[in-house]
């Protein structure tokens, strides 16, 4: 049986930036780059840094339902690891954990336990050129305009949370519009998943008259080869539940090698 930690104390943080370089530290040991759907969340959350005595150690990040969003502890023995782990989830009464299936600490940690796990999205980290179909030479490929957001907005299919985040996407020209004939056939966005890094999280939506005709396909590659052109690493997900996507994302190339879980502690 696992001893409690005593000498632990947590200390609520104020932002991101306040908890490196042992983010920075977490990110760059996982095998694979991080999730966009977790980071939005992960920039919204509560953050906690773990302290033994006057060392800060590790640190973990909550929603506000107390899900576990990330954590990360320094290298100590596994016992000792297995018994912060414990303490935290009593201490902040946790009993839902989003997982990324490449975070192997994390799902080791969870797997001690008992607890029931579900595959939430999947998520794709390998690309394979292949069966390359290029636009055809009457589609116009622009980058969006202000002009563009009422029509992005009313296109919109869970993509975008709000009209702000359209607007930030067309300043910050992250909006690709494919069109003809003056219809627009769809738009690809593409953004950095966190600033500084070269992980490019990428997606597509096509209008309803242009689908089931390989639109989809050939806008993700567009996005795939602009990332490359651009020394970027393209990456993506999707709800598990939504098949269209994941055809096409792996028609266009995509590997579908991992997974976003969700762990609920028994």
Known sequence: MLKPVKSLNYEKKDGLASIDPLRERYLDELIQPQELYLEMLVRQGDIWSIQM?????GYLILSGDNTL??????DLPAQQSNGIFSELINRFEIGKILCK??????????????????????LFRTYRPFDLVKLDST????????????????????????????????????????????R?????????????RPDHDIGMLVAPPFRRQGYGTRIIQHLEGHCRANNWRPICGCDIRNTPSWYCLE????KAEHRLLLIELI
């Not at 005595?53 to 150690?57: A, I, N, P």
């Open 53 to 57: 005595g006057e060392q800060s150690v």
């Open 69 to 74: 969003l990330e954590y990360f502890l320094k």
């Open 101 to 122: 299936s490449f975070d192997t600490r994390l799902l080791s940690l969870c797997s001690d336990r008992q607890c029931s796990i579900t595959s939430k999205g999947v």
């Open 139 to 182: 589609i116009r490929i622009r980058m969006g305009e202000p002009d563009d957001k009422a029509i992005l907005w009313e296109l919109n299919e869970d993509v975008w949370e709000t009209e702000a985040e359209v607007t930030e996407f067309i300043t910050n020209k992250y909006v690709f519009i494919y069109e003809t004939d003056s």
């Open 184 to 196: 627009m056939i769809g738009f690809g966005i593409f953004s950095p998943v966190i600033p500084g």
């Open 251 to 254: 028609k266009a190339g995509f």
